[in-house]
Structure formats: structure tokens, C-alpha cells
């Protein structure tokens, strides 16, 4: 505030209420091929029901990305998915060519010849026919009766035409409303073949028409604002091109037709082969941004033997790159299912990852129920452990471990590929693998907590991994609102003031044993703020989890005292 240059009193706030803001870190992501949703885009999914409404039902493909998801979503209720982009995929459209839009920025992007378009790629679009009513003409007749009795009216002038001045004939036929049908033709949406899904009632080829709350009542707008299975794709010429009311009161009103028109969709596919490693990597790639995409939990995606130690590496480099993020990664299938060798062969691509605190890998593929398709899939556990972490955060906090008997029983899985020995989790668990132990009458357990970090360090834990990336994430975003102030004792009293209680409440909830935060002139030194540069130290000690246990049991004679031979 400026100097004050004559007399009089001046008021001013100065806000020293800051906080260390609370952040999240069970919000999980990942990527895979799926039959329907949006193409190279972030998701946030909160259900299972809404996984199923977003990206389709899993099929003998998809299941492999679909399940680790739904796996997930049984412990947490935040997930990012991106649906991968395949060579080969394409939009059903009434064209029967196919085109590809792969979500609703491309699609503004693009123009059309068919009248409609499928809203995303895959088969199922192959399933969809439109039916478009026009007139009385059109309600009355037979090829519309079994749609008829689901509006409440038949076509004629809408209320806004109406108003400016559009006036219906002797037949009542040039009136700007529509009725619109989407009818799930072969039944691969609902399983039965005819189903309406979908209705649009009243809407006007006006494309200036408005409905009463002032939103646009234009077909074009309305179906490609609500409908979840269709874009428009161009005027049909039966049709009005984009009249306006005002132009078609001028021309006696708009194009009709006196029976249904319908649009039956084709040319859809999911893509020409199987998705690969590097289409996924791609998809993936959209997550690395840390400044844009808010996550805490990646889930790896199962890949095919030949590619698993390539693709985990480079899921290990974006969260590397990420710096907040902990990446979970499953053998590929083929080591674990029906395999003599799947201990070696797990530790033998184990032994060629990365070396990173910020990966974490399992030991075997889980045998879980599809109640999509009526039957036992094998997946990747990577959605299951990424899941038992966001479980361990809602009832404990990220710095406890994962595993265990307390926190890291599996849900949903009927049994496990590889049930490792004692010798065996002993070979796996020097490898960096944490095993996956069926316990009589105990259920399918975690038994290990590393990370695939090989020097020993208090960050080959995964709970210590976590509680750095809580502590670092929680403290830059309070950090932020040191930037452009002045590098004095009142900024550096400030920030110590903002972070020692918060980490003072990390220690309370034993996350830490001890910590100190050195922010003063020892640190800032002249040449730092001549820098326009500002440090603090921030030095803690983490808590460990137990991972090894003795228990001495000790025999002595009757007469013994056991201050003698234990002390005091």
C-alpha cells in the first residue's frame, strides 16, 4: 500500500491463516482397449456401473483392461481411464464407410457426408439405427407405430416457430419439429434386438429454434449435447440445410417427409488386430504431465511376454518423470498360468526393470469372475495392489504398508496362479517381486512391500515411497504461495510456520519419528536471493514396516529370576 501524505488513520489485513492444503493419493489411472467411450482422452470414473455406461461391457479382449479397472474400483472411488487408440478402428456411420472420431474434440474438428455417426469406434456402433419423424404423416404411419406411443404428440410447429410467425398448412406438414429414434437394431447393447434406446422428442431443424429455458432446441445441438450413441453427421437432403425459423417463415416453411426415415449404421470396428505395447505406451503418455493430470496410482496394463520388461520400463519412466506417481506392474500371464517355470521366469523379467522406488511389482495373475460374460478370466493383480494402497489411504493414511494381514487381503479373486513357497517368496522377494500368498482360511494376502528399488534405502519401501511423494506434493502446492514475495525472515518465519504443523501431524500419525525444517539465512544466503532463488531443508525421519519377525522363546530352571538373565 502507498504511503499515506497527509494525516489520517490506515487499516490493513495481513492474512497469516495459511495452511498446508490437503491433498489427494488414491487416484488411479490407467489405460487399455475397451468397446465403446471416448478415444485418447482422461476419464474420471467413479463405479464400476459407471466404468460399464462409460466404455462398454468387456469382451474376450477388453476383459484384460477391463477387469484390472473394476478391480480397482472395489477399494476406491477415483479412476482416470483413457481408451487407447488402435490402428484400424472406426465410427459406424449411415454411410456404412466408417470414419474415425475419436472423441468430441475431433469430432469438432471434422466434417461429414453420412447424416449420422456412430459416437465412438468400435462394433457395437454396427448396432444402432436412427429413425427420424417428421410430420403427422409420418407419426401416423405404420412404419413408425411401434415408436409412436413413446412421444406425447405428433410432429408439427414448434412453440418458439410459432411465435415468429411459422404457420401451419392445410396438412399440417411444414412445421420445423422432429422426433428422433436410436434403436439398438441387434441387440448388442441390450440383447434385444429393436430396443429403444434412446428419444428425442420435438426438436426443431431450426437452427435458431429455443426451448423455454433459453437452450437450443436444435437437432443438431441437441443430439450431439445428450445422445450417448450418436453425432449428427450431415443434413440429409429430404431435409432443410440449417434453415432458420425466420428464413423458413419467408419459404413457407420446412422440408418434410411422410413416412419414418431411417439410418442404419455400419463400418464400425475396434481395430484391425490386438492392441500392442506401443499403442498402449501412447495412450499412457497422456498421464505423464504432472502440472495437468492429477494421479497417485498407476496401473500397468498387461502386456504379451516379449514386450513386458520394454513396456514396464517405460511405465517406470513416466512415473520417473512424474515424480508423484507410483507405478504397478504384473508379470505377463503366460509366466504364471500353467507354468512349471513361473518362478524363474517371474524373477527373470524382474531382474531386467529398472531400478526405481517409484515401481512396484507382483508375483502372479489372478483368477477372478466376469458376471459380464459368465465366466473365470486370468488378469494382472497390477489393479488389485494399485487398489489395496487407495484402501490402505482410507483407512490408515499413504505411509503405512500395504501389505499384510491387516490391509492387504485381495478382494474378488478366486484363487492365484502362482502360490509361492516360503524358498520361493524368499528367491522373488530379493528380485524386488512382492509375492501374493494364499493363506488357509486367511483369504489371498500381499506379502511384501517393496518397491523395484535394488540399493538398499528406506525408499525400497513403499510406504516410505509414498509418504515422500504425500509430504512433497503437499508442501510444494503450499510452497507456491511463497513465489514472488520478498526472500526476508518474515517470508522464511512464515513458510517454517506453515510446514512444521503439518508435519507435526504427519508425526502424530506415525508417519515420522522426527524431522526439522531449515529455512533461514544459513541456507538463503546473500547470493541465493540475489539469485531471486528461496530454500528450505526439509530433513524427516520415516517409520518402517516390519517385514521380518523373531520371536525368542526362552527355557530357564525353576529357580532362576529373570532380571538375572533378561535385566531390568
Known amino acids: 500500500m502507498a504511503f499515506q501524505v497527509s494525516p489520517g488513520v490506515e487499516v490493513r489485513e495481513i492474512d497469516l491463516t495459511n495452511v498446508v492444503p490437503a491433498v489427494t493419493s488414491s487416484i488411479g489411472a490407467i489405460a487399455g482397449s475397451f468397446t465403446w467411450g ?8 467413479g463405479t464400476e456401473r459407471e466404468l460399464v455406461n462409460i466404455f462398454g461391457r468387456p469382451n474376450d479382449t477388453t476383459y484384460k483392461y477391463f477387469m484390472p479397472a473394476a478391480q480397482f474400483l472395489q477399494y476406491t472411488n477415483v479412476l482416470r481411464v483413457v481408451r487407447a487408440n488402435q490402428d484400424g478402428m472406426l465410427n459406424a456411420d449411415s454411410d456404412g464407410n466408417g470414419v474415425l472420431v475419436k472423441n468430441a474434440d475431433d ?24 429413425i427420424v419423424c417428421t410430420n403427422a404423416a409420418a407419426y401416423e404411419d405404420s412404419s413408425f407405430s411401434n415408436y409412436a406411443q413413446l412421444f406425447d404428440f405428433a410432429p408439427s410447429i414448434s412453440e418458439y416457430a410459432s411465435t415468429l410467425g411459422l404457420e401451419s398448412n392445410t396438412a399440417g406438414d411444414n412445421g420445423d419439429e422432429l422426433h428422433i429414434v436410436v434403436v439398438d437394431k441387434s441387440g448388442l447393447w441390450t440383447g434385444t434386438e429393436g430396443e429403444v434406446l434412446e428419444i428425442f422428442q420435438g426438436v426443431s431443424q431450426a437452427s435458431d429454434a429455443k426451448r423455454s429455458d433459453g437452450s437450443s432446441n436444435y ?8 445422445s450417448k450413441y450418436i453425432w449428427f453427421g450431415s443434413h440429409d437432403a429430404q431435409l432443410s440445410d440449417a434453415g432458420s425459423v425466420v428464413a423458413e417463415v419467408a419459404d413457407l416453411g420446412f422440408a418434410t417427409v411422410d413416412t419414418a426415415v431411417e439410418y442404419s449404421l455400419s463400418g464400425g470396428t475396434s481395430g484391425t488386430s490386438d492392441i500392442t505395447s506401443g499403442e498402449l505406451l501412447e495412450a499412457y503418455d497422456l498421464y505423464s504431465d504432472a502440472d495437468i493430470v492429477d494421479i497417485n496410482l498407476l496401473i500397468g496394463a498387461e502386456v504379451g511376454a516379449a514386450d513386458a520388461v520394454s513396456y514396464a520400463n517405460s511405465m517406470i519412466a513416466i512415473a520417473e518423470s512424474r515424480k508423484d506417481v507410483v507405478v504397478f506392474l504384473s508379470p505377463a500371464i503366460s509366466d504364471t498360468v500353467n507354468n512349471v517355470n513361473a518362478v524363474d521366469d517371474v524373477k527373470s523379467w524382474a531382474d531386467d526393470i529398472t531400478s526405481s522406488s517409484y515401481g512396484v511389482l507382483d508375483s502372479t495373475a489372478l483368477y477372478v469372475y466376469d458376471k459380464y460374460n459368465d465366466k473365470f478370466r486370468w488378469i494382472v493383480a497390477s489393479g488389485s495392489v494399485a487398489g489395496l494402497c487407495a484402501f490402505t489411504d482410507s483407512v490408515s493414511d499413504p505411509w503405512f504398508s500395504p501389505a499384510g494381514f491387516t490391509r492387504g487381503q485381495l478382494r474378488g479373486v478366486t484363487r492365484i496362479a502362482l502360490n509361492a513357497k516360503k524358498a520361493d517368496r524368499d528367491t522373488l522377494y530379493k528380485a524386488r517381486v512382492n509375492p501374493i500368498v494364499s493363506f488357509p482360511g486367511e483369504g489371498i494376502i500381499l506379502f511384501g512391500d517393496k518397491t523395484a528399488l535394488t540399493k538398499p534405502s528406506a525408499f525400497n519401501r513403499i510406504n516410505v515411497r509414498r509418504l515422500f511423494i504425500a509430504l512433497e506434493k503437499t508442501v510444494a502446492t503450499a510452497a507456491k504461495f511463497q513465489l514472488f514475495e520478498f526472500n526476508d525472515e518474515f517470508t522464511r518465519a512464515q513458510f517454517r510456520n506453515l510446514v ?6 504427519v508425526q502424530g500419525r506415525r508417519g ?3 524431522f ?3 529455512c533461514d539465512e544459513t541456507n538463503n544466503t546473500s547470493d541465493v536471493i540475489d539469485s531471486n532463488r ?5 530433513y524427516v525421519k ?27
Open 38 to 45: 471416448p478415444v485418447d482422452q482422461i476419464v474420471t470414473i
Open 542 to 568: 520415516p517409520t518402517r514396516s516390519i517385514n521380518f519377525i523373531t520371536l525368542n522363546f526362552i527355557a530357564t530352571r525353576t529357580g532362576v529370576e529373570f532380571s538375572e538373565i533378561a535385566g531390568q
Open 219 to 226: 437437432y443438431v445441438d441437441v443430439v450431439n449435447r445428450s
Open 516 to 518: 526439522a525444517v531449515i
Open 512 to 514: 515420522l519419528t522426527d
Open 534 to 538: 528461496f530454500i528450505a531443508d526439509i
Open 107 to 130: 469430432y469438432e474438428s471434422k466434417s461429414f457426408t453420412a447424416e449420422f455417426v456412430a459416437k465412438y469406434p468400435g462394433e457395437l456402433g454396427n448396432s444402432l439405427k436412427v
Open 500 to 505: 512444521e504443523p503439518f508435519l507435526r501431524d
